[in-house]
């Protein structure tokens, strides 16, 4: 077994085990011994390679994010994936403000203080007519799951599902709800398409009914702190 397939069988062991207990302190810490591995065999950074695919084709995705409030409909930056799940999970600076709006119950906090990302692509104002490129990404909106019990039941059958892979997933802003990102083909449907099948596939599946507000493509999902997020394992970097 050569060096290269050592790390490679490393990744994916760490990778089945974040799938399904989430990212940790264990899974970060052998993704740090992975990448101290690689940089003995002077690789620059470690992207996981599965067989017959030379990179995770979402890793660099980009879509638009924007400053608030969401009346601002021009985007601040173009982010990937594990940009937005660094900045989630930092104690600040969203922490201190979603924790007054889930205390409150004052919507206008969302509003008025928290930015917000257009996940499904990059935008040179948020509409649907100032597309500039799909991420084929896709974000699917749980309203009013319930408590940390039902939140966690969700968490594992979503990560668990057959036929969607899981790109980024976190608390909605409010505490109750859940945001899923995942990954739609566009040159086989269009985002619309994709949306309404994915609609009645969850209503079916799971006996719940998404924020039909996903079929725009220039929909816009607040980012609220979420220190438990989960980020798929070939999107992560520090």
């Not at 302190?25 to 996981?48: C, G, P």
């Not at 040179?124 to 974000?139: E, N, P």
């Not at 980024?168 to 269009?190: A, Q, V």
């Amino acid at each position: 077994m050569t060096a290269q397939h050592a790390i490679a069988r490393l990744q994916q062991r760490n990778n089945r085990y974040a799938q399904k207990h989430g990212i940790n302190d264990y899974t970060r810490e052998n993704e740090e011994i992975i990448n101290a591995l690689i940089e003995l065999l002077n690789e620059k950074s470690f992207v996981a390679k599965p067989e017959g695919r030379e990179s995770f084709p979402f890793a660099e995705s980009l879509f638009s994010v924007y400053d608030p409030p969401i009346t601002n409909k021009i985007p601040g930056a173009e982010c990937a994936v594990y940009h937005v799940y660094n900045y989630i999970t930092k104690e600040e600076p969203l922490r201190k403000v979603t924790e007054l709006l889930r205390n409150t119950g004052d919507k206008s906090i969302k509003t008025n203080q928290l930015p917000y990302a257009t996940f499904s692509g990059t935008f040179t104002q948020r509409h649907a007519d100032c597309l500039k490129k799909h991420s084929q990404l896709m974000i699917i909106d749980f309203d009013h799951i319930g408590g940390e019990t039902e939140i966690n039941n969700l968490k594992i059958h979503l990560l668990k599902d057959k036929y969607f892979e899981t790109m980024l997933m976190f608390r909605s802003p409010s505490g109750d709800g859940l945001k899923w990102l995942i990954n739609i083909d566009i040159t086989r449907y269009t985002h619309k398409e994709w949306f309404e099948g994915i609609y009645w596939y969850i209503r079916k599946t799971y006996g719940l009914e998404i924020d039909k507000s996903g079929s725009d493509i220039a929909r816009a999902c607040f980012l609220c702190y979420d220190k438990q997020a989960f980020i798929n394992p070939n999107l992560y970097r520090v």
